[in-house]
Every structure is written in structure tokens, then in C-alpha cells.
């Protein structure tokens, strides 16, 4: 079994919306998949798994100091994935999170401000781990936007690992969410939806 901690240091950066869609990803690529909702503050994961038809992803609200022993219990159940979706803070469970894991995603707006709050995260999840770059305002002729290069460059610079895929900010991520879907169900043939593919596809590599 792999597991994928999703970290922040703050809210609104896009953490539950890339939980999300990493495991639906991986849902449809046919692995059995677990998300633990470590967020004693927010219920954003269990009301989107209230409002999904389906069963899978399996989604349940977790008490975040006990994340080894939802490793083991998972593993004993046969999943294939488990998933961590942490509160917005760094604490002691959520570093033990990363420690346990063998990928850790840290979601960040492409803002100077969202950066400084950034190192605080890094300087404490264990390697190895990927910012990407979300919420990110929409570039011309399939190039990102000038802003998002340019936070890429300071981050490359200072030696923090970044993804190669960046997300768009985008209406049908939210309509999608609303309805118990990823934008991978919702609308199949968008561009969002070939983001998060692609998002899926470079994560499952470095598990």
C-alpha cells in the first residue's frame, strides 16, 4: 500500500480539492482507495463524499494524532491508497503524517505572500514531498501565466521541489465538487480534467 499526505500551512490553497481529485484518479486507474479527513474544523471531504453517488473513493472523518494506526488498519483491509487530507496547520500529527508517507503534496497559490508562508510547511514534512502550484491564474496559447513561471523560478532557485503540473483556477473544479464529483466525472473533456490527469499521472511516478 502507498500513502500521500496533502499539507498546508494555511487554508484555502486547494488541499481538499487536490486530495480529492488524487484519489478519484486513482479510483478510476482501478486502485482501492482510502482518504482520511484529518480536518477537525472543515468538512469539505465528508461533504463531498456525502453528495458522491458513488462509494469509492472511501472517505471517513479521522482523528489526526492516530495516523500510524490508520496505516496499519488500512493495510490489513487491503487498500491500495490512503490518502491523508490534513488540517490547515503544520502539527506533530501532521509532520508524523508526512514521515509515514511515501509521497506528501503541499498546495500553494503562486503568490509571494502564499511562499513565505510556504517555508514554514517545508522546513518540517519529511522528503519526499512536491509543492504545486494552484489556484493559478489561466496563461495564453497553453503556457502558464507569467506569475506561476515566476513563482516557479524563486522555488527551483531555492531548491524546493515543484511540480511540473500547475492548476488553473477554475469554475467547473467548484461545480464539480458541489456535486460529488471531480472535474474528471464531471466534465470529461475539459482542461481541467487533462490537468488533473496529468497531475495524477506525474504523482503516481514518484510513489
Known amino acids: ?14 488541499k481538499s480539492t487536490t486530495t480529492i481529485h488524487m484519489a478519484v484518479s486513482a479510483t478510476l486507474a482501478g486502485k482501492d ?44 483491509e487491503g487498500f491500495d491508497l490512503l490518502i491523508f487530507d490534513c488540517p490547515p496547520f503544520v502539527s506533530d500529527a501532521v509532520i508524523d503524517a508526512t514521515a509515514i508517507s511515501d ?31 494552484n489556484n493559478c491564474q489561466p496563461g495564453q496559447s497553453g503556457y502558464e501565466h507569467l506569475k506561476t513561471r515566476e513563482i516557479r523560478t524563486v522555488l527551483k532557485d531555492a531548491e524546493v521541489p515543484v511540480s511540473p ?30 490537468e488533473m490527469k496529468q497531475l495524477w499521472k506525474w504523482v503516481e511516478k514518484q510513489l
Request: glycine share 4%.
Open 165 to 194: 503540473v500547475s492548476v488553473v483556477r477554475r469554475v467547473s473544479y467548484q461545480d464539480a465538487l458541489s456535486s460529488g464529483q471531480a472535474v474528471g466525472e464531471f466534465e470529461p473533456k475539459s482542461k481541467a480534467c487533462t
Open 33 to 76: 482507495v482510502l482518504v482520511a479527513d484529518l480536518d477537525p474544523f472543515s468538512r469539505t471531504l465528508t461533504h463531498w463524499a456525502e453528495n458522491r453517488e458513488s462509494e469509492t473513493p472511501t472517505v471517513f472523518q479521522a482523528i489526526a494524532d492516530d495516523v500510524r494506526d490508520l496505516k496499519e488498519q488500512a493495510e490489513k
Open 1 to 14: 500500500m502507498k500513502v500521500i499526505t496533502v499539507a498546508s500551512q494555511k487554508g484555502g490553497v486547494g
Open 103 to 133: 509521497f506528501t503534496l503541499v498546495p500553494c497559490a503562486p503568490t509571494f505572500p502564499e511562499v513565505q508562508s510556504l517555508m514554514d510547511v517545508i522546513d518540517k514534512v519529511h522528503a519526499p514531498y512536491s509543492v504545486v502550484l
